[in-house]
């Protein structure tokens, strides 16, 4: 199977919030594609009424929105797109999701993770941490911009870089032109709430290094 293409505009800085409503204020930036990430924060109907919300502001923005995690409510829900890691994707319905017509990203942290991910034919793969992640621990050995470059050689879809990636060092991420993707969880928002200049700067700083 091969799951859908995320079209060939340039994934862009791809923000990764914790709640739907902060989603409206990234879009209103200008960014095109973004995740909501809740882990253990909600259940029940309260899930799911994040979920309906995040789908519904996506929608009106036409934004790419990937929901982590959550496959079943995302193929329910009809959300754009799916993102699952190494352990999520062995038990998730992979095929459900594929046959809703859903986007699919994968995380990855290794060549051998890169090489399961990719027997999934995704519409994305992440791969990190490139830099120390600042907002979980450091389970994976950092990947660096050298290795981010040498291992998408052998990547024939979008890449996401993600993991420690801030304003400090995103140029050097981007001037890879490795990733079409640079995820941000901690850079995007300031006291907990979306930062719109913090933002702004760093879509600036992808545009200028990436296009190139």
């Given at each position: 199977?091969?799951?859908?293409?995320?079209?060939?505009?340039?994934?862009?800085?791809?923000?990764?919030?914790?709640?739907?409503?902060?989603?409206?204020?990234?879009?209103?930036?200008?960014?095109?594609?973004?995740?909501?990430?809740?882990?253990?924060?909600?259940?029940?109907?309260?899930?799911?009424?994040?979920?309906?919300?995040?789908?519904?502001?996506?929608?009106?923005?036409?934004?790419?929105?990937?929901?982590?995690?959550?496959?079943?409510?995302?193929?329910?829900?009809?959300?754009?797109?799916?993102?699952?890691?190494?352990?999520?994707?062995?038990?998730?319905?992979?095929?459900a999701i594929f046959d809703a017509g859903?986007?699919?990203?994968?995380?990855?942290?290794?060549?051998?993770?890169?090489?399961?991910?990719?027997?999934?034919?995704?519409?994305?793969?992440?791969?990190?941490?490139?830099?120390?992640?600042?907002?979980?621990?450091?389970?994976?050995?950092?990947?660096?911009?050298?290795?981010?470059?040498?291992?998408?050689?052998?990547?024939?879809?979008?890449?996401?870089?993600?993991?420690?990636?801030?304003?400090?060092?995103?140029?050097?991420?981007?001037?890879?032109?490795?990733?079409?993707?640079?995820?941000?969880?901690?850079?995007?928002?300031?006291?907990?709430?979306?930062?719109?200049?913090?933002?702004?700067?760093?879509?600036?700083?992808?545009?200028?290094?990436?296009?190139?």
């Open positions: 199977m091969k799951f859908p293409k995320c079209d060939d505009t340039p994934l862009g800085i791809y923000p990764i919030v914790d709640r739907a409503y902060k989603l409206r204020e990234l879009y209103e930036c200008g960014i095109t594609t973004a995740q909501l990430r809740t882990k253990d924060k909600f259940s029940g109907q309260t899930l799911e009424d994040e979920v309906i919300e995040a789908i519904e502001i996506s929608k009106e923005f036409n934004a790419r929105f990937f929901l982590n995690d959550f496959w079943e409510l995302g193929i329910k829900y009809k959300a754009y797109g799916i993102h699952l890691g190494q352990e999520d994707i062995q038990k998730a319905d992979v095929k859903i986007h699919l990203g994968i995380s990855s942290h290794t060549p051998k993770e890169i090489e399961i991910a990719l027997e999934f034919e995704p519409s994305y793969l992440a791969i990190g941490p490139i830099y120390e992640p600042i907002s979980k621990e450091l389970v994976y050995d950092t990947v660096g911009v050298d290795r981010l470059k040498e291992w998408s050689k052998y990547v024939d879809y979008p890449i996401v870089a993600i993991g420690g990636i801030t304003i400090d060092n995103i140029a050097d991420v981007a001037k890879t032109k490795s990733a079409s993707g640079i995820a941000m969880i901690s850079d995007v928002l300031e006291d907990g709430e979306v930062s719109k200049s913090r933002t702004e700067a760093l879509m600036k700083v992808y545009r200028e290094h990436y296009a190139k």
